[in-house]
């Protein structure tokens, strides 16, 4: 009976699903970090957009108190 070594097949199909897995691997790394970097870019301009209302106001808080000092100034 004839021997048939399937060792270098065995490899070969070993080294393709360790390429193969690596890929995976790379390809799930570079999504995790588009989605930390798109999750942080929300949360960044939440932080401006809130940010721009205290500005508001504060603004119309200056507005008044300066209306208050006025008017107690004058009577």
Known sequence: MARIN?????????????KEFGLMVLA???LSAFVVFGIHLLIQSQI??????????QRE??????????DTGSG
């Open 6 to 18: 399937l060792l270098p097949w065995r490899e070969a199909e070993r080294k393709e699903r360790q």
């Open 28 to 30: 799930g790394a570079l």
């Open 48 to 57: 401006e957009a809130q940010n721009q209302r205290n500005a508001y106001l």
């Open 61 to 70: 808080i200056d507005a008044v108190k300066k209306q208050i000092r006025g």
